[in-house]
């Protein structure tokens, strides 16, 4: 019997930031049914409780109250009773994030997993939620990729309220819902019907981000599909928040939750992609090559999420870096940047990488397991202790592919990779095996039996290890030299300036303090510590701007006083300055022997010989 699962949500009161949730079953389970609330958002690997958001909780059957116990922090246990059991709650949304839920006068936002009580055991049931309009905004509109109970057009999106459904409570809280007054608009790619909402106030050019955003997902489309063009999902909603500062997005199997910055955003007769747009391609990039990697692509615990505990993973490096590589990759391959814009972007990332110490203490199938304390939950120290399975898992991607390209002479790809992990895991719903096999996990099984390379010594080296991808070796393959510079205007001898070896901020006085101390730099070194508040260098007074500038006036190896608040202690340090490793990194092209960049426009255009 597959009675579904019913749920109204009621935007209650706006001021309040309450929404008035109900959730009924039909037949609870005879010895009292359980619900639960998911501690975590799949996507964002930390735990966040969202159960702590609900404020009121009543049970009701057949008229009569039904005693609620709660039997920890995210379970809710009613007495046995006759079905049908309706439970009444409401939850505090007030949490302006891709993440969680908001409310106020001006809009409304939900993932599933802040406010959808799951009953427990019955985790595959279809569900319904009924959508209610505010009253006192009859103008409100939905945006979601949820299903219409009687959709009124095949493949159109649903903008009214009412009632939509879910094949399992799973789908339920992986469709993210908007409602207010948002700008919509719409594109087909590849056939397949594509939704823009966009919330807050903006005067962005919204045909130019249509256009725009139809070149990246085609591109990929057909990238994962190039025989059928054919996208994965029936259609798709990026849903934009707009705010004065806001940076993120979380991926979602039909949609993706993004917040962006209202500067960022295309203005009418902009011709040039500003580098705060093309932030936001590359985020928006980045959450629809997910629609593959991570959303159907999965690694095998992610199969059936624990949605009460951390799920663990060592392949986030592969699903969260692999994607990284690729978001800005595709903007290229789509035409929106230049293949040296796309070389400065790599450039930054190698430097940003390789300026931080963590990198040799920490693997990235360490950081992926560890995601859920440490890269999601970091301190001032993270520099020092832990790397990005973001940028380094991106540099290995970067790296892969182009090893790939070097050793088969161009016949294959890191894209053969991708799609065969597309064609014999994600098509077909099986999870990317976590075990290794012979020393050798499936992605690494997998990019061998494809491309016919031996990558043990790769995979052991900078996965499982901490070493760094000979990058000189395999740019100079494309006809690209890396060097580094002091500066991204200094001259290849400019001798480096000094520096301090920490992370500078500024405290509510204006005064520096130190945000982050590096290992091995000049600052750790005299004993100064994160948190300390620098007041005066050789006896004259410094304050947050002009701390970096003065230490440049020293030469390196000059020994500086340093005078510092630790709490409200007056300290001195003797600081010898040290020249910062490991600079500015930089990515020259040059067009001879002419085979090295036709090998470089084969992989920014993903011209791969072989398909
Ligand atoms: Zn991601």
Redesign the pocket.
């Known amino acids: 019997m597959t009675t579904p699962i019913r749920y109204t949500i009621f935007p209650k009161s706006p001021a309040a930031h309450l929404f008035e949730v109900t959730v009924t079953v039909d037949a609870p389970a005879p010895a009292g049914q359980r619900f639960m609330l998911p501690t975590w958002i799949p996507?964002s690997y930390m735990i966040r409780e969202f159960a702590r958001n609900v404020v009121t909780l009543r049970a009701e059957a057949n008229g009569n109250a039904v005693a609620v116990e709660k039997i920890d922090k995210a379970t809710w246990s009613c007495a046995p009773c006759a079905g049908p059991l309706k439970l009444t709650y409401e939850v505090y949304a007030w949490d302006l994030s891709v993440r969680a839920a908001h409310l106020d006068d001006s809009h409304g936002f939900w993932n599933g997993t802040s406010v959808f009580l799951l009953p427990e055991s019955l985790r595959a049931q279809p569900c319904e939620v009924e959508i209610l309009a505010p009253r006192a905004h009859p103008d409100w509109r939905i945006a979601t990729a949820l299903l219409p109970k009687s959709a009124p057009v095949a493949g159109f999106g649903a903008l009214s309220f009412g009632t939509f459904v879910a094949e399992t409570y799973d789908e339920l809280i992986d469709h993210p819902v908007e409602i207010g007054t948002f700008s919509h608009a719409t594109f087909d790619a590849c056939g397949t019907r594509h939704h823009i909402a966009i919330t807050g106030v903006h005067r962005a050019d919204v045909a130019r981000l249509t256009a725009d955003l139809k070149k990246i997902c085609e591109t990929q489309i057909v990238f994962f599909e190039p025989e059928t063009k054919q996208a994965p999902m029936r259609e798709y909603w990026f849903l934009f928040m707009v705010t004065g500062d806001g940076f993120g997005?979380l991926?979602h199997r039909a949609s993706t939750a993004l917040m962006v910055s209202r500067d960022d955003l295309p203005l009418a007769h902009e011709a040039k992609i500003t580098a705060g747009y093309r932030k936001i391609l590359s985020l928006a990039s980045?959450?629809y090559f997910?629609t593959w990697n991570?959303k159907r692509i999965k690694p095998e615990p992610f199969m059936d999420y624990d949605l009460a505990h951390e799920n663990y993973t060592k392949q986030l490096w592969f699903?969260?870096g692999f994607?990284?590589y690729y978001d800005d990759l595709m903007l290229v391959r789509a035409g929106l940047i230049t293949p040296l814009e796309y070389l400065e972007i790599e450039a930054e990332n190698i430097g940003r990488v390789m300026a931080q110490s963590g990198r040799q203490k920490q693997s990235l199938a360490e950081s992926s397991f560890d995601a859920w304390v440490k890269y999601y939950r970091q301190d001032e120290n993270a520099p020092n202790a832990i790397v990005s399975y973001?940028q380094k898992g991106a540099l290995v991607g970067l790296a892969l592919d182009l090893m790939i390209r070097e050793q088969t002479n161009g016949a294959k790809s890191l894209d053969d990779v991708m799609r065969a992990l597309w064609n014999e895991c994600g098509k077909c719903g099986r999870g990317v095996d976590e075990s290794k096999v012979e020393g050798k996990g499936e992605i690494e099984r997998i990019a061998e039996r494809v491309t016919g390379v031996d990558l043990r010594a790769f995979f052991a080296e900078v996965i499982d290890g901490t070493g760094d991808p000979d990058f000189v070796k395999l740019f100079a393959h494309i006809g690209i030299a890396m060097t580094w510079r002091v500066s991204a205007t200094a001259k290849p001898d400019d001798p480096a300036p000094p520096a301090l070896g920490a992370k500078l901020t500024s405290d509510a006085n204006g005064d520096a303090k130190l945000a982050q101390v590096f290992d091995g730099g000049a600052a750790q070194s005299a004993g100064l510590s994160a948190g300390d508040v620098v007041i005066a260098v050789d006896g004259l007074r410094v304050t947050a701007g002009g701390l970096d500038r003065r230490v440049k006036s020293y030469r390196v190896g000059s020994q500086i006083e340093v005078v510092a608040f630790r709490r409200d202690e007056l300290k001195r340090f003797v600081v010898t300055l040290h020249a910062p490793p490991p600079g500015v990194c930089m990515l020259l092209t040059h067009d001879t022997p002419l085979e090295a960049k036709a090998r470089r426009m084969a992989w920014l255009l993903g011209i791969a010989a072989a398909r």
Do not use: Q
């Open positions: 996507g997005g991926e980045h959450e997910h991570v699903f969260e994607t990284d973001y």
